[in-house]
């Protein structure tokens, strides 16, 4: 990783560690921040390799892990970063902005309302998310967002697992075989649009998984 980049990194985790001390945006140790927050969201980052320009959105950015390291490693991505919670979404505009990340759009609201606003349903390139929600949950808030050759990426703790949970899920919603990377991230590429149905109104989905 380069110096500059490395540095950025640093700055973003030391401003999650001074806003978390008001507003709870991670649980994670400041001795594990690097890799939790950095080289898995890295990680995340090689296993998708997104195209140079992609859209990209951070479905449940929270604290922005793995949207802000993203757009620091690739300048030329568009990242919308997705979240209801108004602190969390402020912490996300002070830091993108300390960082003059003009790459970044933060954007107040539910993932189950978003994906049926006309111009956002299907229209990215890359869904990402980490905690967002169990498997079949995060791919009903998530492919719906993806357009048909794209794909949503997921940090969890056993990938091949949280495969094996969302298989039907991902098939209703228009998604492939569900698939894991480097252990640690799960892979559905997009391969047909999602039914108008989904994603279900909010709470629906956490209650009722497909």
Not at 28 to 38: G, K, S, T
Not at 128 to 155: H, K, W
Not at 158 to 164: F, G, K, M
Not at 168 to 177: D, V
Request: charged letters at 25%; hydrophobic letters at 45%; glycine letters at 8%.
């Amino acid at each position: 990783m380069e110096q500059s980049v490395a540095k950025r990194m640093l700055y973003y985790l030391a401003e999650l560690e001074r806003w978390n001390r008001r507003i709870n945006l991670t649980a994670v140790p400041a001795d594990e921040a690097w890799h939790r927050h950095i080289e898995e969201a890295v990680a995340l980052h090689d296993a998708t390799a997104p195209a140079r320009g992609a859209r990209v959105v951070d479905v449940g950015a929270g604290g922005g892990v793995p949207g802000i390291p993203m757009a620091i490693l690739q300048p030329d991505l568009h990242v919308t970063l997705l979240d209801s919670d108004q602190r969390k979404a402020a912490f996300l505009t002070h830091v993108s902005g300390a960082l003059r990340l003009d790459n970044v759009e933060v954007l107040v609201a539910r993932a189950e309302d978003v994906a049926h606003r006309e111009g956002m349903r299907e229209s990215f390139d890359l869904a990402v998310s980490r905690a967002l929600a169990p498997p079949a949950v995060m791919c009903e808030l998530t492919l719906p967002l993806v357009r048909v050759g794209g794909a949503t990426a997921a940090l969890v703790g056993d990938a091949a697992e949280a495969a094996r949970e969302c298989a039907s899920a991902a098939a209703a919603l228009g998604g492939a075989r569900p698939r894991a990377a480097h252990g640690d991230v799960l892979l559905v590429d997009k391969l047909q649009p999602t039914d108008a149905r989904y994603p279900r109104r909010a709470g629906v989905p956490l209650r009722k998984p497909l």
